[in-house]
């Protein structure tokens, strides 16, 4: 059964976010908190913890995978970044968003998508989220928790522990999250293209 860590949604203890990043730096997969709904997660560059990752999702080579950064200057270093998307990216980050853009060489090209060589990017509101990345001074490698056959993602920590805890090495519980994903733009084009409407308002990207 995993084990469960308490953080604070608010303050963050950092005694507890450092044992947390070192799980992931020791090839955890954890469940933890987000702006949106409760996330998996992994270090970017572990690929057996990703594997487990996509089996628990129930998903093939083809999903995107979303790299959940501390913040908007660490982006670049993982995607390539136009001056009219970063214009966006500015104006809704920290926030609900995942973007979809071309991915850099710092990133595993098994993390790519397969056709198009892109990664999901995020930057979140949630404290507890934002710490861990800080913490662990890398992206987490992230999807939505989100089980075959489910129609929303997993929200409430006593549910992703019941549901999750023979699967993750740790579910991380700053308290129950929303029932909504993240809204996803596609920025590898020449305008603005939203994949999936979700928790973040799309009127920036629309208007």
Known sequence: MAETIRIHPENPQQRLV?????QLRGGAVIAYPTDSSYAL?????????????????????????TLLCRDLSEIATYAKVENASFRLLKALTPGPYTFVLPATREVPRWLWHPKRKTIGIRVPTHY?????ATALDS????VTALLPDDDIPLSDPGDVQARLGAHVDVVVDSGACNLEPTTVIDLT????????VGR????AVTG
């Open 18 to 22: 450092a044992r947390v990043a070192d």
């Open 41 to 65: 997660g992994c270090a970017i560059g572990n690929k057996p913890a990703i594997d487990r990752i996509r089996w628990i999702r129930g998903f093939g080579r083809e999903h995107y995978f």
């Open 128 to 132: 507890t989220a934002t710490a861990i």
């Open 139 to 142: 992206p987490i490698m992230s």
């Open 189 to 196: 084009g020449t305008t603005p293209r939203i994949l999936r």
């Open 200 to 203: 973040g308002p799309v009127d």
